[in-house]
């Protein structure tokens, strides 16, 4: 029996996943959903965002599902014990490199935000983040005083070659069952981590994929060319920092944040991490209000992705294209559904 690993986490958090768990039990009653505590709540309980045994316990499963992490209640904790940190360091104990997160517009919603439908109609974007390195991981970093007395803040930006081959090849082999075009996105007009970036991609793609389409794109223009015509990207391939920011602005061409599931894989045989790309949304956490389709989608991928239950994704997949075809809307949509109300109509087509 395989096993998924559910970490609710902060904030809205436990709220979708949740649902996550209802979708659960009633597509694949034999999974085995496991839970363990993480985030803040695990620093309030133990002192720490992730346990070394909640660590070993997400490397034993199959599948890890988490919620969100953070917010304002551990702003002041030491840097290292942030409920962010905790995350940062089981994506790297799980090395799970690629990040995953498709922005696809369902039809449903297409015409139902201000965006004019012919610009998100039939989107289907999927960025590859590199996920385990970059500025997120940089050594040094820290704030430092200076002798005049001003203070000094201070990351690193830095990438390997092998690091960003691997991100790399997962684009361009995905684009090959796609629409076989790739945008690479970085700043290596005025970065050396992007300039090594760029002069990566463009060997791996010479040596090894030279029949899919490859452009090079600065990630400035990237996040314009989004709200300017969406629909010419196919697969965007980007670092750690620029894959984070270019995809929340591209959740709202899906409708809204709430809507975007992701997937972090790193080598065959390995499990992976799905998340949606939201944080704990403090703003509205306890209401009752959150979107849970993010996180239900996100369990849509790990079923493919990991659990190899490929009729059970297409059957929920089906069941939220029914539950938006219906009209059901959460606020962020929209509408008036709670999170509750929305995993109802998710799982009543189930
Ligand atoms: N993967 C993770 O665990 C992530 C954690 N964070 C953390 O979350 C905390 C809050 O960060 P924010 O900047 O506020 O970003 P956020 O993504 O939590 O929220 C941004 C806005 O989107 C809305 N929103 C997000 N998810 C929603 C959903 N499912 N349904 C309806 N509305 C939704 C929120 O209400 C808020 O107005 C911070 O501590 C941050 O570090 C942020 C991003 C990812
Ligand atoms: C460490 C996370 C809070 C960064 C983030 O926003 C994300 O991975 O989406
Ligand atoms: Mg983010």
């Known amino acids: 029996m395989a096993t998924l690993l559910l970490l609710p986490g902060d904030g809205i958090g436990p709220e979708v996943c949740a649902e996550v768990r209802r979708v659960a039990a009633a597509l694949v009653p034999n999974l085995n959903v496991e839970e363990a505590i993480y985030g803040g709540a695990s620093y309030d309980a133990h002192g720490t965002p992730l346990t070394d045994e909640v660590r070993d316990r997400a490397l034993a499963s199959d599948a890890v599902l988490m919620g969100a992490v953070g917010g304002p209640k551990w702003a002041d904790a030491p840097r290292h014990l942030r409920p962010e940190a905790g995350l940062l360091n089981l994506r790297k ?23 004019k439908t012919e610009l998100v109609s039939g989107l289907d974007i999927m960025f590859v983040r590199e996920l385990v390195g970059g500025v997120y991981f940089g050594e040094p970093r820290g704030i430092d005083t200076l002798p005049d007395g001003q203070k000094k803040g201070y990351d690193t930006a830095l990438y390997t070659t092998s690091e960003i081959e691997r991100a790399g090849r997962v684009a361009f082999e995905l684009a090959r069952g796609r629409k076989n075009k790739v945008h690479s996105a970085e700043k290596s007009n005025v970065m050396e981590s992007g300039l090594l970036w760029k002069q990566v991609i463009t060997e791996l793609h010479a040596r090894e994929y030279p029949d899919v389409e490859l452009e090079h794109i600065l990630a400035d223009n990237c996040a314009m060319q989004l709200v300017r015509a969406p629909k010419q990207f196919d697969v965007i391939v980007t670092d750690n920092l620029f894959g984070d920011i270019l995809s929340d602005a591209a959740a709202m061409l899906t409708g809204s944040l709430g809507m975007l599931p992701s997937a972090a894989i790193g080598d065959p045989g390995r499990p992976g991490l799905y998340e949606p790309i939201h944080g704990s949304a403090p703003d509205i956490a306890g209401k009752g209000v959150a979107n849970p389709l993010a996180a239900i989608l996100s369990f849509e991928m790990a079923l493919r992705w990991s659990l190899k239950e490929v009729e059970a994704a297409d059957r929920l997949l089906a069941a939220v294209k029914g539950a938006l075809d219906s009209g059901a809307r959460t606020r962020d949509l929209g509408g008036e559904l709670t999170t509750v109300q929305m995993g109802d109509a998710v799982l009543c087509r189930i």
């Open 93 to 115: 104990a799980m090395n799970v490199y690629a990040n995953l997160r498709p922005a696809y517009c369902f039809e449903a919603l297409a015409g139902a935000s201000s965006l």
